[in-house]
């Protein structure tokens, strides 16, 4: 713990191009997490310089999903911060200075090929079978007469100026020194014809004057990370420490998981977009516990973690950067540890949208007293709908033959709901302290089993197969109703033909 760096600067720089999804969710929780247990900073920053990719409603979207997982940021386009603005769209000033300098420093070029032109150039690669790259054509220009051509209004981009001999060395913390050749490397767009700058600026440019001491993010930037390093070294500036994560792997574990692939998911209650996970009932707990776990561990058998845990614990150290497949019966089986760990009225609180939502007149004092009852039958929180919706039921509807006991014939199960009525009638009321021991001193006099028995009263007051445990049940449903459903049960039974 004593080696943990110090003045830790992060940030999670999402573009709002589409749903908050699973990989962005833990890139931001690593992150996070680097910051919580270091007393650095997490910086929240908005990359929406890409207008066609522009998507509305995704920026709120991932303020959502950051903030119901628990991540608060402390910089960011709605709280400011000393290094703002945090939003790109609000930084083309900067970015154009800053191409400048690379421009002055011979690190970068002005380029006024036309698209029609470099769809020709790569034509030609293609049918040479080399690599598509720019062929240079502008980077022989002068510098005179660049300007010149520049001044005089000619549509250009700019391209950084990437070394031609010689290779170029990053390092990853994870993996270690990568190097390529820099005959492979592209002559990089910089800056796009309107102004804008494209990410390997504007992201270095940011990450620099936002003083960002690590940076965490995704393996699709492996790619162009030599360029990163080299767009640093340009500018003299010192790196960041770089941490690229594993990819995500459909659940097969056989490649990346397609987009056709996601929309199926749905079906079976799963998906990928942390929004959809909410709704579909899982908790914040349980996501953030299962994607903690997805390319980092803690040791080979601790796997139950809160946020407050994985501050403690979490560790940049013990990220894996090996490929980690999706498995969602693992996030079943999270969810359902952190369900049970919430203490009642915080799970009561969670569970009645579920309830009003599908137009349940649910009141938060029954579900107070379901919550405990039910959260050891749940994976996710919607689930409590079907178990327990009978507790908000005038009367149920059993489906006569479901009643009859295994074993047994009708008139023999409406003999027992009879019996339960007659020995239940007496009581008080229904408190399962007292309903219990009555049913269970008729259970083994009576030679039927307990799962004959208890098997008929749950149909007969819940109109459920599975339902919460029983006597429990009872007690809150009441003395009138189950008395009044138990009887009706015996008459539907009465009524079954043998
Ligand atoms: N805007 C980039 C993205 O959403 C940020 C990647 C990064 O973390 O540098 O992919």
Known sequence: ?????????????????????????????????????????FVFRIEDTDVKRYVPGAEEELINGLKWLG?????????????????QSERKEIYQQYAKQLIDTGHAYYCFCTPERLARVREE?????????????????????????????????????????????????????????????????????????????????????????????????????????????????????????????????????????????????????????????????????????????????????????????FSIDHLNPAPAAINFSKLDHFNGLHIRALDDRELAKRLLPFFLEKGIDADFETVLKIAPIAKERMATLDEVVPLAEFFFKDTVSPDPDSLVAKGL???????????????????PDMKAAGAEPVM?????????????????????????????PLFESMEIIGKDKVIQRLQKAAQLLRMVNQ
């Open 71 to 87: 991540m608060e940021w402390d910089e960011g386009p709605d709280i400011g911060g000393p290094y703002g603005p945090y939003r």
């Open 125 to 313: 690669q293609q049918k040479r079978k080399e690599p598509p790259h720019y062929d240079g054509t502008c980077r022989r220009l002068s510098k005179e007469e660049a300007e010149a051509r520049v001044n005089a209004g000619e549509a250009h981009v700019i391209r950084f100026k990437t070394p031609k001999e010689g290779s170029t060395t990053v390092h990853d913390h994870l993996r270690g020194d990568i190097t390529v050749e820099n005959r492979n490397l592209d002559d990089y767009i910089l800056v796009k014809s309107d102004g804008w700058a494209l990410y390997h600026l504007a992201t270095m440019v940011d990450d620099h004057l936002m003083k960002i001491s690590h940076v965490i993010r995704g393996s699709e930037w492996l790619p162009t990370f030599p360029l990163h390093g080299l767009i640093y070294r340009a500018f003299g500036w010192e790196e960041p420490v770089w941490i690229h994560l594993s990819v995500f792997l459909k659940p097969s574990g056989k490649g990346k998981m397609s987009k056709r692939e996601s929309a199926d998911l749905i079906k079976d209650g799963y998906s990928i977009f942390v929004k959809d996970l909410r709704e579909l009932g899982y908790t914040p707990e349980g996501v953030v516990n299962w994607i903690s776990l997805m390319g980092w561990s803690y040791d080979d058998h601790t796997e139950f973690f809160t946020l407050r845990d994985l501050v403690e614990k």
């Open 409 to 427: 014939t009708a008139k023999e199960s409406a003999e027992i709901a009879e019996k339960a009525v007659e020995l239940l009638s007496p009581l």
């Open 1 to 41: 713990m004593n080696d943990r760096p110090t003045h830790v600067r992060v940030r999670f720089p999402p573009s709002p191009t589409g749903h908050m999804h699973l990989g962005s969710a833990r890139t931001a929780l690593y992150n996070y997490l680097l910051a919580k247990q270091t007393g650095g900073k």
């Open 440 to 468: 269970r001193t008729y259970v083994d006099s009576s030679g039927f089993s307990a799962g004959q028995v208890f098997g008929i009263m749950r149909e007969a007051v819940t109109g459920q197969h599975v339902s919460p």
